[in-house]
């Protein structure tokens, strides 16, 4: 129904106030938004926690129908405003901080007026009708913010995990590609920033694969304990204000309504208060940022020059590096993936200490916990997207380079220790170092191995595995 009113009023405990006539949220939104203008993350930046938030709705919608205490328009309406949300409607009519006092208070009722207005529109009425479909007596039926918000936090961040699993198996998949391409380049490993022994440019690429790899059953491990939820705990647990059944219906129809296994909590009292979920979950992600870094870093020393560093491989040129210096291109994305992996441990600090902050039933520190909580996974979905399409893709290697390197090496008589016996690979290792010529050269020219021989030992396929050729030395 058209609404020609400019303005209306609401009222609450605090009294009254005027609001736009269309405004889809109410006077506890309001409220919401002149005590918190703390941070720029607002709640309509992330649409995974607006459709958690949706999706606890309808599911307690759905069980307060069963148990009579919804009339069928009322559920219906109530139903077709969350579809409307989830389908992406009207997410901008949630404006509140995520940072916020109260316990996530500003975020549910939010959530409940909004959804309120856009069933009474359903229903033929205005916004601020709230004697057909009310915030609080109808959307907030048999629930507190105790049991809706971190509900809604955990769908939120389950969605948010599934989506962001396709995006870093990509980038392992651009790693392992590379792997392949540079599978018959032979380099020096190194450790501790000094010549060790040798291997092939493509083990680098896969292992840097392998390591990400590996994390992906950890990230899925810490998320599954998203779909353990308190839906029914009401304020502190204990399910005062709900009908006995509830609680087990309402999640009942929230795992269907999302199709995923979600379960009601144990001890609903205790889990209430635990935000052990966020804190695992955090760790884990902890764990790709602090790798994503650390092949970034690679990335950087590997590229580095071009002609005073190790020069081994080539970044895609994104942009000129210098306003000063005349063709210098900088490691942009390698550095701009690592300050993203720096945010992610800075808040798994914060959500470790916010967790820690929970005081008897109730952690009222859960609203920064969720903010640092889906502001990790987007900058790690987003990372992992860049790393892979303005870095990885576009590598290319410096296989002369590569090996030049390796004939200059000290670290090649590890190689041929095997072969010729540790105490010569050492005379010959102090004869190379104190002369500046190569290994290489110098077993050749004092006839310890023939070219061939020594060429088959460094071989890429016999730098990848364990193998022992028919060479016999001249010792």
């Given at each position: 129904m ?6 209306r009023?609401?009222?609450d ?11 889809l949220y ?13 941070s720029?993350?607002r ?9 958690g ?5 309808m599911?307690a919608?759905?069980?307060n ?8 328009e009322?559920?219906a ?9 989830i ?8 404006p ?26 359903h ?7 709230y004697?057909?479909?009310s ?5 907030n039926r048999?629930q ?8 809604a ?10 989506e962001?699993?396709?995006h ?7 790693f392992?590609?590379?792997?392949r ?11 501790q920033?000094?010549d060790a022994v040798p291997?092939?440019?493509g083990?680098?690429f ?6 990400l ?8 491990e810490?998320?599954?304990?998203f ?5 029914g ?8 204000c709900?009908e ?6 309402a999640?009942?129809?929230?795992g269907?309504?999302?199709?995923w296994?979600?379960k ?7 889990a209430t ?9 955090m ?5 790709v940022?602090?790798k994503?870094s ?5 990335l950087?020393?590997?590229?580095s ?10 970044l895609?040129?994104?942009?000129p ?7 210098k291109?900088?490691p ?13 441990i800075g808040?798994?600090l ?15 520190m859960?609203?920064v916990?969720?903010?640092c909580?889906?502001e990790s ?6 990372a ?12 290319t ?5 590569c ?5 200059n ?12 016996g540790?105490?010569?690979?050492t ?6 170092l104190?002369?500046g ?9 004092e ?14 396929e016999n ?6 050729l028919?060479i016999?030395a001249?010792?």
């Amino acid at each position: 129904m058209e609404n020609t009113e400019k303005t209306r009023i609401e009222h609450d405990l605090l009294g009254t106030r005027e609001l736009p006539a269309d405004a889809l949220y109410g006077i506890q939104t309001l409220r919401g938004l002149e005590n918190f203008s703390i941070s720029r993350f607002r709640l309509e930046y992330y649409p995974a926690f607006i459709n958690g938030l949706a999706y606890t709705k309808m599911a307690a919608a759905e069980a307060n129908h069963r148990l009579g205490l919804l009339t069928d328009e009322q559920y219906a309406a109530i139903k077709a405003a969350c579809e409307d949300i989830i389908a992406g409607k009207y997410h901008d009519e949630f404006p509140v901080d995520m940072i916020q006092g109260g316990a996530g208070t500003s975020t549910n009722m939010n959530a409940n007026e909004v959804i309120a207005n856009i069933a009474l529109i359903h229903m033929g009425h205005k916004p601020g009708e709230y004697g057909y479909c009310s915030p609080h007596d109808h959307v907030n039926r048999s629930q507190s913010t105790n049991d809706a918000y971190p509900t809604a936090i955990h769908l939120g961040l389950y969605a948010s995990h599934l989506e962001f699993l396709p995006h870093l198996e990509a980038l392992i998949g651009s790693f392992r590609e590379k792997g392949r391409e540079f599978a018959h380049i032979l380099k020096m490993g190194r450790t501790q920033l000094e010549d060790a022994v040798p291997m092939t440019l493509g083990q680098t690429f896969d292992g840097f694969a392998s390591i990400l790899e590996n994390e992906i059953l950890h990230l899925n491990e810490a998320a599954e304990d998203f779909l353990t939820v308190n839906l029914g705990a009401t304020a502190i647990g204990t399910g005062i204000c709900s009908e006995p059944g509830y609680a087990e219906m309402a999640v009942e129809a929230l795992g269907r309504i999302t199709g995923w296994n979600v379960k009601l909590a144990a001890d609903r009292v205790g889990a209430t208060s635990d935000t052990s979920c966020m804190i695992g979950y955090m760790s884990a992600l902890k764990r790709v940022a602090v790798k994503m870094s650390k092949i970034c870093n690679d990335l950087r020393l590997l590229a580095s020059g071009p002609r005073c560093g190790f020069e081994e491989i080539n970044l895609p040129a994104r942009q000129p590096g210098s306003s000063i210096m005349p063709g210098k291109v900088n490691p942009v994305i390698p550095e701009v993936v690592s300050q993203v992996a720096f945010k992610v441990i800075g808040n798994e600090l914060c959500v470790t200490m916010a967790g820690e902050a929970a005081q008897m039933e109730l952690n009222a520190m859960e609203p920064v916990m969720a903010q640092c909580c889906f502001e990790s996974v987007d900058l790690m979905r987003n990372a992992a997207d860049t790393l892979k399409a303005l870095c990885i893709d576009g590598i290319t290697a410096n296989p002369e380079r590569c090996m030049a390197e390796v004939k200059n090496s000290i670290g090649i008589v590890t190689a041929l220790n095997p072969y010729i016996g540790y105490d010569h690979s050492t005379n010959i290792a102090k004869k190379a170092l104190e002369t500046g010529r190569s290994v290489y050269d110098i077993v050749l020219e004092e006839g310890i191995l023939t070219q061939e021989d020594l060429d088959a030992i460094l071989d890429p396929e016999n730098m990848i595995r364990p193998v022992r050729l028919d060479i016999h030395a001249r010792k």
